[in-house]
């Protein structure tokens, strides 16, 4: 089974940064797209930022220029740095990986625990 697990979130004030992390174990073939969402209370769980297995970036339009994603491959671990932390940032943030466990099939999509992030003074 794959396994994702997740660190880096706490309480920050506005104007601070945060790294999450989230790393893949398991029986994996190979790693594709891996990302970022977040939920806020009372709101759908919405992209943050992805990253591609060949590198390709994709952000939310609220966290250009703020947050940067990055992964590892040799490790299996994406980050998410996250600079200039806004109150509105303040959510639970998911990690999403796209796995393929065996040569033959389709790769799947496997979260994260969820990680809190509160940014408030």
């Known amino acids: 089974q794959v396994r994702l697990v997740e660190s880096g979130g706490g309480l920050v004030q506005p104007g601070g940064s945060l790294r999450l992390s989230c790393s893949v174990s398991?029986?994996?073939?190979?790693?594709?797209?891996m990302g970022w969402y977040r939920q806020a209370p009372g709101k759908e769980r919405d992209l943050v930022a992805a990253?591609?297995?060949?590198?390709?970036?994709e952000y939310a339009d609220s966290v250009k220029g703020r947050f940067a994603i990055s992964r590892d491959n040799a490790k299996k671990t994406v980050y998410l740095q996250m600079n200039s932390l806004k109150p509105e940032d303040t959510a639970v943030y998911y990690c999403?990986?796209?796995?393929?466990?065996?040569?033959?099939?389709?790769?799947?999509?496997?979260w994260g625990q969820g990680t809190q992030v509160t940014v408030s003074s």
């Open positions: 999403k990986v796209q796995v393929k466990v065996h040569l033959i099939g389709d790769p799947n999509d496997y």
């Open positions: 398991g029986s994996i073939f190979r790693i594709y797209t």
């Open positions: 990253i591609t297995s060949g590198g390709s970036t």
